[in-house]
């Protein structure tokens, strides 16, 4: 037994001598050149709650995600326990999360997004198929009570009275409508639709819109999330932000993300958002999409929290890409969004992408707000 204990020690030492040697050669450094950081504050335009109905919020999880093993990991990255959400209500969630921005020294606001579910044949909320639900009246009014919280809302446009829905949100301060198709069963290429289109243009409502694989649920019709469908509202002129650059997936035999590229230069109203692409599922993306020309001044800022509060998301995964010291540092951020744009700026994210949110939307900060100075 010793001796085979001292084999598997000269083993292992063997192992990380030679995986030392290989980081030394394959070392590349940041995916850009390191700017300097953004002065300002910066806006989180992917941002995610949760709810399992507690409180009179009218949310629900399905069984099935509750059952899963990543409903525990979302509540953890939320920073609650099922029985502090049963006993206060879902809007403790939104409360945490308010406060974890509100502490944080490099973001200063975030769009928190609602979700809505799928929609049947009569016309009506199906239960049965969806995965969670996040209502607009729940985000609206709970996002009020937090001056670095806004109201991002979603409509399924199957719904009868989507339009109404629209306006109603628009009145109530949203900055967006988030779809995540592949969940909610929403064809973008549908024709019937274009009215739907066309008052997101009348309210100048952006659609956020997921595009590549969907894993983060239990079920996902990811042909719905090409970004080839969403040529009918840019078409129409809706102005559409691609969630995470359509990274992963693939349709038609082509990488969804090449499916996006192509379709850049030929709308001036198609944008792509950031979010997600640091998790250990999505490595290579952040730096093509950095690297494309034809991105450039289309990418904005994103968190997709609470994933970037789970072991989805570490700098440890970028050794080649990060010094010892930099993993180090950047892994002992508390705060998450602080963590995340740190991360994410030593990969060399450029400043004008975490600048691009706040100007997108039209948010202003204060003149003494900013980064503590160096």
């Not at 700017?35 to 507690?54: N, Q, S, V, W, Y």
């Not at 009868?160 to 109603?168: I, K, M, S, V």
């Not at 080839?228 to 691609?242: E, Q, S």
Request: net charge negative; aromatic share 10%; with cysteine.
């Amino acid at each position: 037994m010793a001796r085979w204990a001292k084999r598997l020690a000269k083993g292992l030492v063997v192992l990380v001598l030679l995986l030392l040697v290989l980081r030394l050669v394959f070392f590349s450094g940041p995916f850009q050149p390191l700017a300097k950081p953004h002065a300002e504050r910066i806006l989180d335009m992917h941002c995610h709650t949760a709810g399992i109905g507690a409180g009179e919020s009218g949310c629900f999880v399905s069984k099935a995600l509750r059952n899963n093993f990543r409903f525990n990991i979302y509540l953890k990255a939320f920073g609650v326990t099922l029985s502090e959400v049963e006993a206060k209500g879902d809007q403790l969630l939104i409360e945490r999360l308010a406060k974890r921005v509100e502490e944080s020294e490099r973001v200063g606001a975030a769009i928190i997004l609602a979700m809505d579910g799928v929609i049947g044949d009569d016309g009506k909320l199906d239960r049965d198929r969806t995965e969670f639900f996040i209502p607009n009246e729940f985000v609206a009014k709970e996002t009020a009570k937090y001056p670095a919280l806004h109201f991002g809302a979603s409509v399924n446009p199957h719904r009868p009275d989507a339009l109404e829905r629209l306006q109603w949100a628009k009145d109530n301060g949203a900055m967006l409508v988030k779809w995540l198709p592949s969940i909610q069963f929403i064809d973008p290429a549908d024709e019937s639709l274009e009215p739907f289109y066309r008052k997101l243009v009348e309210l100048n409502l952006p659609l956020l819109t997921h595009a590549g694989a969907e894993r983060s649920f239990t079920h996902a019709q990811d042909e719905l999330a090409d970004p080839v469908r969403l040529k009918l509202p840019l078409d129409i002129g809706v102005r559409v932000i691609v969630a995470h650059a359509a990274s992963t997936g693939q349709n038609e035999g082509e990488e969804d993300i090449d499916r996006l590229i192509g379709m850049l230069e030929a709308y001036p109203n198609i944008y792509t958002d950031i979010s997600s692409m640091t998790q250990i599922n999505k490595l290579g993306y952040l730096e093509k999409t950095l690297a494309e020309k034809k991105f450039e001044g289309k990418l904005l800022y994103g968190s997709d929290f609470p994933l970037i509060n789970t072991a989805a998301v570490s700098p440890w995964y970028f050794p080649l890409n990060l010094t010892r010291d930099q993993m180090q540092t950047i892994s002992s951020i508390d705060n998450p969004w602080d963590r995340d744009v740190a991360l994410k700026e030593a990969l060399g994210v450029p400043s004008g992408i975490f600048a691009k949110p706040a100007k997108f939307f039209g948010i202003t900060w204060p003149a003494d707000e900013g980064p503590p100075a160096d």
